[in-house]
Antibody
């Protein structure tokens, strides 16, 4: 079964750091691009970051550029999101999602169950 | 950045109704448009990719159309389990923006 499982969320103070992980199973991570998408409480979906299969291409949303870093370890079948200088507005459920299809952005399938990040003092 | 605008933001329909949700891009995105369904408390799942291709396992009552800047998601006969929020997303160029969502309620 193709599955993504996020971990690493929690409560952090403003200005703090957190590292999210996404463990992939049931497929070979190295052949797919990956994404992080977040959803603030009661709000819509916001794309956060993209990384190509070989890590050669990386994109970020303007809202996180310079603070967040996406990375992957294909040997460990894992995706990461290092989040620094966290702000209250970063509070959200963070999902990892596999990029599928023949075009660069593709479509996101599957998604993990999400991990909640709360930034508060 | 490409802005995605969905309408309506919410709608209420009866079982068996035909439902249409529209999505407009701020510039042409060819057919690089995806539709997702998010049920309460769950992760999103893809319904339609490349504007009109039905994801495997998705009921055939869901369909998508459009190209360029204007797209539609249609549910041909609404079912109770279709209670959800629906999002469009462009994957033409980063940032891969989502629409604001359409919350579908069952009368």
């Amino acid at each position: 079964e193709v599955q993504l499982v996020e971990s690493g969320g929690g409560l952090v103070q403003p200005g703090g750091s957190l590292r999210l992980s996404c463990a992939a199973s049931g497929f070979t991570l190295s052949t797919y691009s990956m994404n992080w998408v977040r959803q603030a409480p009661g709000k819509g979906l916001e794309w956060v970051s993209y990384i190509s299969s070989s890590s050669s291409t990386i994109y970020y949303a303007d809202s996180v550029k310079g603070r967040f870093t996406i990375s992957r370890d294909n040997a460990k079948n894992s995706l990461y999101l290092q989040m620094n200088s966290l702000r209250a507005e970063d509070t959200a459920v963070y999902y990892c999602a596999r990029g599928s299809g023949w075009y660069q952005g593709g479509w996101f399938d599957p998604w993990g169950q999400g991990t909640l990040v709360t930034v508060s003092s | 950045d490409i802005q995605m605008t969905q309408s309506p933001s919410s709608l209420s329909a009866s079982v068996g109704d035909r439902v249409t949700i529209t999505c407009r891009a701020s510039q042409s995105i060819s057919s690089y448009l995806n539709w997702y369904q998010q049920k309460p408390g769950k992760a999103p799942k893809v319904l339609i990719y490349a504007a009109s291709s039905l994801q495997s396992g998705v009921p055939s009552r869901f369909s998508g159309s459009g190209s360029g800047t204007d797209f539609t998601l249609t549910i041909s006969s609404l079912q109770p389990e279709d209670l959800a929020t629906y999002y469009c997303q462009q994957s033409y160029s980063a940032p891969y923006t989502f629409g604001q969502g359409t919350k579908l309620e069952i009368k």
